[in-house]
């Protein structure tokens, strides 16, 4: 059975565009980073997703593939190779009360070939539209060791009351 370690947390206090964790020791199999966050974005809309960064550059591509619903849809709405470095799920923006909920796992980060990454996130929120759930994969293109995580939101900057967990999983 997998054990879980926390190797940082941080819960902001005001607003940030990014959320970084930095010196992760490279004595884990796995990463698991846990969000549950919310930006200032004004409109509720298809832009307010995250982009994970690794070792401080985004100039490595991932080959992602996504889908995701919103309650008022009749079918999942599906893409893939999005032109953004690293594209994963994370909403939670404008009106809607709720913030996203979301989990990313980074699969052999210690390792010297390309990272598999997967993300499942959820938007608590009062309207259909924003009501959304989602699932993404893809590689991280790069063969470096991964020591540090950035969360990058795309639209406005996460608000205050935003939370990030970052696990090291490790064979028990």
Known sequence: MPTYSLIQSTTLTGTASTITFNSIPSTYRD???VSSVKTNQSSNSDGAYAMLSFNGTST???GSRFAYTN???SSYSVGG???APNWVLGWGS????GFSATRYYIFGYATSGYKSIRSDSWQEAPTQFNCRNGIA?????DS???SSVTLNSVSGSYIAGSTMYLYG????
Request: net charge negative; proline share 0%; hydrophobic share 45%.
């Open 31 to 33: 990463l698991l980073l």
């Open 60 to 62: 490595s591509n991932t």
């Open 71 to 73: 309650a008022g849809a």
């Open 81 to 83: 190779g999005y032109s």
């Open 94 to 97: 404008g009106s809607d009360t």
């Open 137 to 141: 994969a893809g590689f991280w293109d």
């Open 144 to 146: 470096s060791v991964i």
């Open 169 to 172: 999983i490790s064979n028990a």
